[in-house]
Each structure stands twice: as C-alpha cells, then as structure tokens.
C-alpha cells in the first residue's frame, strides 16, 4: 500500500482557505487529517466545514498525534520557528508559510533543527512552481532579451483600510509579529523568484522610512543588491501610495530588449526587443500552491526533490534582514 502524506495544519486563517488548504486535498497520496487554532472554536468549525475528522487547541497535541505524518505551518511569522522546531524535533517534516521567519537567526536555527533530526523543511514559495513564473524563466535562459545586464523592482500600493485602524493594527505592520511591514510580507516573494532565477544574492542594502504615520513599521523602502553572477538590481517598494501609483513590476533589462512581469497580479509578461512589443498571458492554476505542495508531497514520498526548502527561504530572510538593516 502506497504511502499517504497525512497533514496536520498548525494555523487556519486566509491563506489556508484560498491558496493552500484545499490543494492538500486535492493532490494524490495527501490528506489533511486534523487543524488546529489557539481558538478551538475556530479549529472546530474550520474542521468541520471541510470534513477534516480531527481539530485541536494545542500545536504540541497535534504534533504528538500518530496520524498526523506532516505539518503545515500557516499562523503568523512570530511563531514559525517555535511550531517548526517542535514538529522537527518530533520527526515530522514541515511546510511552513513564507517568510520562514521573523528573522535570518530564526531561519537558521529551524534548519540546524531540520539537519539535526534528518527531516526536511519546506516553505511555501509557491510562485517557483507556476506557470506564469516558469514562464518567464524559460523566457530569460533561452535568450529572449539577450544578456541580462540590470533588474529592476517596483512596487506601490495604498494603505489598507485597516491600516487607519491604529487600535486594531493588522498583524502584518506589527514588526514583532511579522518580522516588518508589508515589506517582510509581500518582498520576499520577489526576491525569492528573483534568486530562483538568476541565483543567489551575496549583497543586499537599503533605506528605509516611516512617510504614512499609520504603523509603527517602515512603509517606504528603496535597495540595491548583486547576485553572485555579477548582475546587480534595485527596488523600490511603497505601501502609502496613491492609488493612480499603484504598480507591480519586475523589468529585467537585457542587451537585447527588455522583459517585464507582475509578481502578485499576473499581468501578462511584456517583451520589448527589435522585433516591437509582445505580450504573454499565462494561465495559473486555481489553487496557486498546488504545484509547490505536489512537489513537497512527491519528495516526501521519495518521487523527485524539492528545492523550495529552508536553506534557499532563509537566503530570502537574509536579503531583507539586509535591507532593512537588520544584519
């Protein structure tokens, strides 16, 4: 009988909901057998709604069930390295919600932890896996734009409406729960892609500034960071901005046109080269991590490898450390 991947999910919020959770039960060989929340109330009727037979109050309680084989761990970033360290140390592999954690330390000590017990740590990098980004990667190694010789960040969005709620601050701008502002949360999917690409970076600095007054975390920032090939890149993110600023843009430069691509909308990829302007629309599936997590399901069942793993998250923690002034 062929082994089946059985979830524990530590955390049921949004992203469980929409982007992860369903695509757990979808793909072959894996099941989510039991959830938990510091709200059991919660737990209890997220369990219920999607006929998982098991919820907890507890994360050690759910760690320590037989059944669970695997854990998810999808709560806020404060508290990644604690649930993944508790889940290592008991022998069960984790996937873990992005960034891996609030800092490049936490990061290293989850993987000191993995290394130690000889059981892998995933993180939910999911664009890796994507069409739209695969896509583009195809696009960049088979020399569409030629040599690649700059690339360039920006991103601006307004504030949320939560984030006038000075009361009731959204757990993403509360730097000691997130690890930063929306920084820490929506960056780290771009630098990821990036190394994903064009490999690691080596060097990374940044300014950073508080323009909004909204929260205490930084709203605005602006880096400059080298891979280890040579080629260097810029960013610029904003979360204070007008809504007629609003932008999500990577441009990738070459010394033959010009590539550009959205990392959170997916507008079609946009080439200029000699030839004039082409755009590529790409298809992403419904459930947007349900590549990466078959992927992690195939290597825990000893099909293929997964390389969206700890050391390559805690690259992307240590870029924003970076940047931020952290390290």
Not at 40 to 61: C, F, L, V
Not at 124 to 137: G, S, T
Not at 177 to 187: E, K, M, P, T, V
Not at 235 to 243: L, Y
Request: aromatic share 10%; with cysteine; glycine share 8%.
């Amino acid at each position: 009988m062929e082994k089946i991947i059985k979830w524990g999910f530590i955390g049921c919020g949004e992203v469980t909901k929409y982007k992860s959770g369903p695509a757990f039960q979808k793909i072959e060989n894996s099941e989510v057998v039991a959830v938990m929340s510091r709200n059991g109330e919660k737990a209890q009727t997220y369990a219920k709604e999607r006929g998982i037979s098991k919820w907890y109050d507890d994360a050690q309680k759910l760690i320590d069930d037989p059944e669970v084989n695997a854990v998810y761990i999808a709560t806020p970033p404060s508290s990644h390295a604690t649930y993944a360290v508790m889940a290592l140390q008991a022998g069960k592999p984790v996937y873990i919600e992005k960034p891996m954690a609030v800092t490049y330390e936490e990061c290293c000590r989850i993987n000191r932890a993995s290394e130690e017990a000889g059981v892998p740590c995933f993180v939910a990098y999911y664009r890796r896996y994507l069409p739209y980004f695969l896509k583009v990667k195809e696009m960049i190694e088979e020399g569409v734009i030629g040599n690649v010789i700059n690339v360039q960040i920006r991103f601006a969005q307004p504030p949320r409406a939560l984030d006038y709620n000075t009361e009731h601050l959204p757990w993403r701008v509360q730097p000691d729960i997130s690890g930063g502002g929306y920084f820490y949360d929506l960056a780290p999917h771009q630098i990821d892609i990036l190394q994903e690409i064009f490999g690691c970076i080596l060097e990374a600095h940044g300014y950073k500034s508080n323009r909004g007054g909204l929260y205490p975390a930084e709203d605005t920032l602006s880096a400059s960071f080298q891979f280890d090939n040579g080629l260097v890149g810029s960013g610029s993110w904003c979360f204070v901005a007008h809504e007629s600023a609003r932008t999500d843009r990577i441009e990738v430069i070459g010394d033959k046109g010009s590539l550009s691509f959205s990392v959170f909308t997916y507008e079609p990829i946009t080439i200029h080269t000699e030839q004039g302007e082409e755009h590529i629309p790409v298809e992403n599936p419904v459930y947007v991590q349900q590549p990466l997590i078959q992927a992690v399901v195939d290597h825990l069942l000893g099909k293929s490898t997964c390389t969206c793993n700890g050391e390559s998250a805690t690259l992307t923690n240590w870029v924003m450390d970076k940047i931020l002034g952290k390290l």
